[in-house]
């Protein structure tokens, strides 16, 4: 909470919410002193002229006191907010660095929570230390000095009052700040089952899986709820007790006061002045034991949300005066040297000893079956993971020495599953290439054989929905095609992006491809499924269980590789391939 408050605070502006409540404290106090001298010098002596003076006194006290606590309320919320704006800035800029690695260490789920509930939770403290927590100890101290010297004899009543109070607060704090912790989590838990629920809800329907859903998120619910109905009930338990304690401790200052007055021992507005200090000691203290409660639970949600911006980056750049600079005027090419991957804990290599070298204007096919590892292939050669042996070059520079920025500048890629952003057509478009023109936009859709579609759904500036969800699986494919196409790159990526698409539509777009002038002078890497997708490549790459079993062309494999002839008998049947072959080259 500490290191959080020191990155992030304004040091002027808390300074300011700090000196604005020493103000109100100050005045609080001091109202006290003028009620005792008016009711003592004024009303008991009938001196209208003194009750004049310090009535106006009062009011300006007061005036000075509400323009100080509005001063402090301004300067405590805006420092707060502007906490929690950069809170969220950091960590949505921190996430986006996260390799699978990080992401999985948190869950999508606990990464959502803590950039939303626990940052709040931060915010909320952070008011409340900028305003209560500063004000009740000062209020409490200043208070029980200014009671003890106005009327010692009646300080005797705090002697048994706030040991019970302090016993009460202990009491609560004990039982309840472990029940505030694990609120945080259980909130995770309700994330994670109403977002598996909103993305599955297909699938739920489908398997008629309602019932299981809801009561799995019912748990979750209730267990959530149950654990804040029995924190709050036991903070809300403190008010009514604090309120009785308070009340009898003024009953016991009436009854030793009166008894002091009827003495002539102490004055009537003394004991007034006492009796409004003991409602301050006891409300700061009320306060100060508030701030108790929620500091734990606030500083549990700083302790996620410090986790989250510490984490380290698995896959970081070199340090900028050791990197090394993609040459622009490098032909374009792609090259692995006995490459071998690990998924982070497993046992086995994930890719074993890839060797391979394409130039521009080639195409690099890779083929297998399903978890043969042909995603983890084309997700290093943009670094989402670091190898563990080998060398991965593109454009003749090894990747660990670019930052990914630069990296990422030339690599272009389709993923395995289409993701398009809410918006319009255009702006998904953009996120290829900003720059692009209308004229190219539409170059882009072409090629992706998209421009039919897009024309019916209205044009560029069509709606795009959330997860494109407005179209179908095969259009989301082509407009994330698209969107790769678009952008000026060195090597384009098509993961397994064909497979949602029609035997026509697949080779008709991979016919536009070899024919754009931009996809000429780059490679492209294409992972498939179908033997008819890949038969054009210039190398085709034959996985089995992370290792290369075959590489050549299609017609070298199929002469002399038994895992590719058996994929081709499989798949090619009745005249497949031979229609295939006649609809790729027009
Ligand atoms: N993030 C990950 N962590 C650990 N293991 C993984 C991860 N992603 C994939 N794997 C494993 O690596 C292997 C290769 O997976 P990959 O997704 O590359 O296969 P694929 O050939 O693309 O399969 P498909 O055709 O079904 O998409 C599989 O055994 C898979 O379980």
Redesign the pocket.
Known sequence: MIKIAKKNLVWWASALAVIFLLIQVACDLYLPTITSDLVDKGIMQQNMHFIWREGGLMLLVAAVGLVAAAGNVYFAATQSMQVGEKLRRQIFSRVLRFS??EV?AFGDSSLITRSTNDIVQIQNVMVQVLRMMLQSPVMLVAACVLAYVREPRLTRVFLVSLPVLAVVVILVMYFAVPLFKSIQQKNDKINLVFREGLTGVRVIRAFRQERREQNRFKAANEDYTQTGIKAFTLVSFLFPVMTLILSLTNVGIILLGSHLIANMTMQVGNLIAFMTYATQIMISFMMLSMVFVFVPRASASASRVNAVLEMPISVADLPADQQDKINPDHPASLSFDHVDFR????EKL?LQDLNFKVQAGQTLAII??????????V?LIPRLFNIESGRIEVDGQPIERLSQHDLHQVISITQ?KAVLFTGTIRSNLQFGNAQATDEQMWHALKVAQAADFVKEAGGLDAVVEQDGSNFSGGQRQRLAIARTIIKPASIYIF??SFSALDFKTDAKLRLALRQDKQIQRAVTVI?A?RVSTVADADLIIV?DD?KVVGQGTHAELKAHNETYQQIVDSQIQKGDEKRAARTSQG
């Open positions: 699978s690695k999985n998924y982070d804990g497993a994930a297998g079956g399903t978890g043969s590892g042909k995603s983890t292939l997700n395995q993961d397994d992972v499924q996985l992370g």
